[in-house]
Every structure is written in C-alpha cells, then in structure tokens.
C-alpha cells in the first residue's frame, strides 16, 4: 500500500513543535534492555544525551508512520540535535539523533498533560540519561515540546 | 542562592548544615531535582553526572556498580536521595544483583553523589499477547516478558485518564508501555504504570 503523502510542509519546519516524549534504553544494558544493542545509528547508549527520532530514514518512516496519526516529520539523519522541553518543569535537554522511533503510529491519539498542558502523540524517545534531565525515569512518558537549538 | 547539586556536593564533601538545609528546602526527589542547574553536556556525549548498571556490593551508605560497558561506579546515598523501586523506597531496599540508573553530581574523587536512583526500572513496549489472572504476557520485541499486577502498586494509564487500578480495559493485541521493576535474571517485571493509548 503506498504511503499517505501530505501536500503541507512537515510541522517542525514550522516551528517547535508538541508531542508525547518517553525514554527507551540502547547499548549495553541489563535485563530486558540486554537485547537492545546500539539502535539504527549503532552509537545508542543509555548513558549518552541521545535520541531517537520517527523519520531518519525511508525504512525507519515505514516503521513509525507517524502520518499515520496526521503527523508530518522532517527527516533528520544520525547525529542531528534536538531540542526537548518538559511542558511540566520547562527543563530542556539537548540530544543527537542514535536510532529510529518511537513506533508513533501504535500509539496514535494518546495524549498526556501536565494540568491543563497536553501533547498528543509519540514524537521522540530520549535515553535514560536525557529523559532523567528532564523528568523523573519512573515518569515514563510526559508532554514536551520539540525544537532546533 | 544555593543550588540543590551544591547542597548535595555539600552533603557528601561532609557539610552535614548541607544535608539539613537540603531537607529544608524539601525532597530532593527525582521531581524536584531537575530545576537544578548543572553544565549542559554535549549531545551525543556521555553524561559524568549519570550511571546505569548493576549493584556488585552495598557498603555503608555507598552503592558498588559494574556498569554494562564494565566501568565502575561508586554512588554515594544522602540522606536527601531519592530511591525507587516500583516506588519510593529506603535505602536498604537496594540489594546486590538490582538494576539501576542514577543520576547526581560526580564529585572530584569520582564518586556520583545521588540526587535519584532508579532501581531495577524497566520501560518496555510490547503487544499484549495474552492476559492471565494478575499477568499480562508481553511480546517485546520477540521476548516473551511477564508483567504481574502488584495490588496497590499497578496502574493503568488510559491516554489522558486518570491513573487507574482496573487493568482490565486492557486488551490481547493491543500495543502497550509497561513501566515497572525488573525481577533481577528473569523475565519478569512488576508493574508501576501501563500505558495503553485507549
């Protein structure tokens, strides 16, 4: 089946852009991340400032869809920056792309908020070290938005 | 104003007023130990300030971990340290053989003076292979993980609900995100919070 193109620019071209952002470990690991080994980019690791981000590569976009869920990405490739704000505590990490994901389209329409603030969507999932800036590990998903530094 | 890494860099340097006026100032829980300040690292870099790997030994109030890339960490606990597994727990919840990351300050001597550790957690994704009583079978990734259902401890998240204690709205085939604790050298894991986007 061909993928669903949209005619608009991609919504991070536009500006920073919001979303729900989770953390996933990379890189040598234990337990049940033991497998996980070192993501699309093969330099994940959970103790780096890194990311993983839906469109980095035609495969990688087949997989997370995110216009599945009416969300256009830019592609970014292995090592560029973002920047991710928690809309709960305004702290910000900057981190470089290591794999591809999250799986944004098995997730499509969930929303987390903060009080009042929401996001909707799976944009982006940060190592243990990056997400523990910026939010308590035992948090495991929060309302971020999105951004170039 | 003094920050909260430099009461904590207070507390292991052995200024006990550091430890006193950390507690004055409130937890020094994961939550609330993020408006610290602390030098930004380069993205793409490992972070000094973090760790992950397993407990080797537990002495005085020190944590002895072998890291999975086989680099050694020394974890200091404070008094305002903040512990989890599958919750907040005491220091002397933390057993040889657990999981963990932590995050802190990484004093001059190379030890990680710990705002939070995170013992044995876990946060996986899967598909819902089967639901048994007080279990959900998760696919991750081709490996077959047990999640129990822990009463007063397990939560589903249904989108944007509330927490909720009924896991039952979950279903076989769905996709899910299970945040818990692992059952150290199984396959199993406690359940803190599923995520289910439905």
């Known amino acids: 089946m061909a993928r669903s193109q949209s005619a608009d620019p ?34 994940c690791n959970s103790g780096s400032m890194q990311h993983a981000w839906p469109n980095t590569s035609d495969a990688c976009l087949s997989i997370t869809r995110p216009d599945s869920c009416g969300v256009s990405l830019s592609r970014r490739t292995c090592g560029f920056t973002h920047r991710t704000t928690a809309l709960c505590t305004g702290t910000s990490v900057v981190t470089s792309i290591a794999d591809c994901g999250p799986q944004t ?17 799976r944009l982006l999932d940060l190592t243990p070290a990056a997400f523990s800036k910026i939010a308590s590990l035992s948090a495991g998903l929060r309302p971020a938005e999105i951004s170039v530094p | 104003m003094t920050s909260r890494r430099q009461l904590l860099k207070s507390a292991v340097l052995g200024g006990g007023a550091g430890v006193l006026a950390a507690t004055a100032m409130g937890s020094l829980g994961p939550e609330a130990a993020f408006g610290a300040a602390a030098p930004d690292i380069v993205p793409g870099a490992p972070d000094p300030n973090f760790a992950e790997g397993r407990i080797r030994s537990v002495k005085d109030n020190t944590l002895f971990v072998l890291g999975s890339n086989m680099v050694f960490h020394r974890i200091r606990v404070v008094d305002g340290t903040s512990l989890w597994k599958l919750g907040p727990v005491a220091f002397d919840q933390a057993r040889p053989g657990d999981g963990l990351y932590a995050r802190g300050v990484r004093m001059p001597d190379g030890v990680l003076a710990a705002e939070s550790v995170w013992l044995n957690i876990v946060n996986i994704k899967g598909h819902v292979r089967n639901i048994t009583s007080e279990r959900l079978h998760l696919d991750h990734n081709g490996q077959e993980i047990v999640c129990h259902q822990v009463p007063g401890k397990s939560v589903a998240v249904y989108s944007d609900a509330p927490p909720s204690a009924d896991l039952s709205l979950l279903r076989v085939g769905q996709h899910v995100q299970v945040l818990g604790a692992w059952r150290p050298d199984t396959n199993q894991v406690d359940i803190a919070t599923v995520f289910s986007p439905h």
């Open chain 1, 10 to 43: 991609p919504r991070d071209l536009l500006g920073p852009v919001q979303g729900e952002v989770s953390w996933f470990c990379c890189g040598s690991a234990w337990g049940p991340c033991s497998s996980a080994g070192h993501g699309a980019c093969g330099t």
């Open chain 1, 105 to 121: 389209d098995l997730f499509c329409g969930e929303r987390s908020c903060c009080g009042a603030t929401c996001a909707s969507n």
